[in-house]
Nanobody
Framework: QVQLVESGGGSVQAGGSLRLSCVSSGYTSSSICMGWFRQAPGKEREWLASVRTGYGTSYYADSVKGRFIISRDYAKRTVYLQMNSLTPEDTALYYC???????????????????WGRGTQVTVSS
């Protein structure tokens, strides 16, 4: 069973940065697809970015391209989301997700991921 544990959330002022981490375990595949989503109160869960861990190939939603960077440490089985130039609109619960099936390129919906973390809260104040 794949397990995901997020960390790194917190409170930050507008214009600031945060780096989220997601540690994964419980799988034997050499390359899986891992993604970041967020969900604000009253809104649907939104895909932000994903990366194929074995190759480092990354994909971004237009809404965060240029501000957020997804990366991975293959040896540590950890994926990061560096978030820059944060605004109050980025306030949400951020989730890490994983899917052991490939390819990763078009996995942009909630149903495209088999496993989920519990989320880490990001609050951006103005």
């Amino acid at each position: 069973q794949v397990q995901l544990v997020e960390s790194g959330g917190g409170s930050v002022q507008a214009g600031g940065s945060l780096r989220l981490s997601c540690v994964s375990s419980g799988y034997t595949s050499s390359s899986i697809c891992m993604g970041w989503f967020r969900q604000a109160p009253g809104k649907e869960r939104e895909w932000l970015a994903s990366v194929r861990t074995g190759y480092g190939t990354s994909y971004y939603a237009d809404s965060v391209k240029g501000r957020f960077i997804i990366s991975r440490d293959y040896a540590k089985r950890t994926v990061y989301l560096q978030m820059n130039s944060l605004t109050p609109e980025d306030t949400a619960l951020y989730y890490c997700a994983a899917d052991v099936r490939v390819p990763c390129e078009n996995r942009r919906g909630v149903a495209d991921y088999q496993y989920w973390g519990r989320g880490t809260q990001v609050t951006v104040s103005s």
